[in-house]
């Protein structure tokens, strides 16, 4: 960097991550351009929770306002078994308890990029980064080569700019995925009590996830094995989900002909940077969704790389060495936890339906679950 120039940053990708780190880095005197291959800046993936870590979050890089508007704020969290049995009934937004929205992707991303805009991130469209080098070069497809003091891959679950570097250790498929879609919330879908609340179903190794993501709005998540293939199938088989799920048949009725099946997998990375190229979000570190927290650990890193970096610019690759330090072990740990959540998937309804009534019982259990959702970043 010369002196008296202010540092500059390309980012590979316009996600959750790649928009937060851009605002972050921009609101502290960088010089910010981000570059994302589709056409446009729209969000795949229908509601999303964001828990606590993630808000403080939002509200550090001011976005949170414009994210909130017509968020579904619930008071309970419920996994219910095959027989429509509360198993775990955790509450949510009380006081001293963990906070909790659920909204539309589009309107979080909408709020990303409006604060990009805000502190004067330039962001281009169509342009497809294909690889970077650890002296801080990111080169597009079309062999423009570009210098940075920081380059940051958020490039999401395939990331090119990773594996140019070689850092990845493993890609591990979990055989299991989700059909998510958005429907118009109706006045029978639930019993009038459930209505507002954030209800897992299981039955068998299929789960429908619940969730209000706005006034109007119902976030749907239909889950299944990967081999699951009548499960799976886009538009939903609803004669096939009612046998699961005989109590939901007024909602699956309605259940939209879109949606789209995603599979789940773990990143796990060698290192989360080299040189000056650091890896953020999934291309870092995807996990399943059973905690909700892909998104929000992808939000905390992106801030603490942004104040990492800047307070230790002068040595942009040691400044990466402390920030993967300091936040790895709590992204790993949540990304663990969420892994083993994953293994009820399989167990027979009965055990598990014993197993969660005795954990939804415990106060041990139930703080565990909610450590990262209250975890601090760094910089806020
Ligand atoms: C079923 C499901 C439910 C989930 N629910 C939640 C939840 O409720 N809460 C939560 O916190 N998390 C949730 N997650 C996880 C969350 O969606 C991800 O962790 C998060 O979107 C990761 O953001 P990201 O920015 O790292 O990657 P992405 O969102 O994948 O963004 C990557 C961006 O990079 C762009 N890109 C890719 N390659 C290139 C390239 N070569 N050049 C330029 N641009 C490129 C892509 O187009 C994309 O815009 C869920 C995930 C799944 C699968």
Redo the contacts with the bound molecule.
Sequence with gaps: MKTGSKPRAEI?????????AAAALAQRGWQVRV????PD?R?F?A?????GN?LRVLEAIGAYDEAAVGAHVGQWFETRDHCNRVMEQIPINSSGGARLI?IL?ETLIRSLTHACERAGVEIVTG????SASADGELTL?DGTRLQADLIVA????????RDSLDLLAYREPLHY??V?MLIEMGQNDVAAEDRGKYIEYFSGTRRILYTPASATDLYI?L?CADDDHAARRVPVDTTLWKESFPHLGHLIDRFADAGRW?S?EVVRLRQWARGRVAI?????H????YL????????MNALSLAVFATEHQNDLPAALVQWEERERPMTEHTQQTASLLGHMNNWPDELRSEVMVLTGQSEYLANERMKTALHVPTGT
Excluded at 280 to 284: C, N, S
């Design positions: 590979a990708g316009a996600g959750i991550g790649g928009l937060t570059h994302e291959r589709a800046l969000a993936g509601g999303i929770y964001i828990w993630g659920t992707r342009s497809h980064a294909a497809d958020s490039d999401g679950i395939g990331s090119r700019i995925g989700a998510r998540a889950c995603d789940f953020i979000g999934d291309a870092a995807a996990m399943p969704p909700g927290q892909g998104g929000g650990c992808a939000l």
